[in-house]
């Protein structure tokens, strides 16, 4: 859903406001970078939690921080932000932030010694 509202706001961006040099090559590239990243992300999440496989689990945690980046650049360093780009990659950014303490809090969770009483 994400990932369609900003390629929507991107190619409205290309038709309705000049840009200037390669900006709107970088902002592309950039943008392009990080849907496919996310896509990867949330499908080793998923295969991760379905198969039970940790590897890909952590592999998909561990790729939160590529598309942190890349959200970060869409909200702090694009030409040109829409107020409805701001908030919703302000949201992602919060989910991202949540995730991870999810994941560090499992973590933690299973260094504990088992108990048996």
Known sequence: ???CCEMAMGLLKAINLSYTGHTLAQDSTVMISFIVLE???LMMG???TLAERGWTAIMSVFL???CFL???YLLL???YRLRLEYCLCTLQIAL???EVWYAIVFVFSLCRPVTYD
Do not use: D, I
């Open 1 to 3: 859903m994400f990932a």
């Open 39 to 41: 896509t990867l992300r």
């Open 46 to 48: 998923r295969k991760g």
């Open 64 to 66: 939160t921080v590529p």
């Open 70 to 72: 890349g959200v970060s």
């Open 77 to 79: 360093l694009q030409t």
């Open 96 to 98: 991202y932030l949540t």
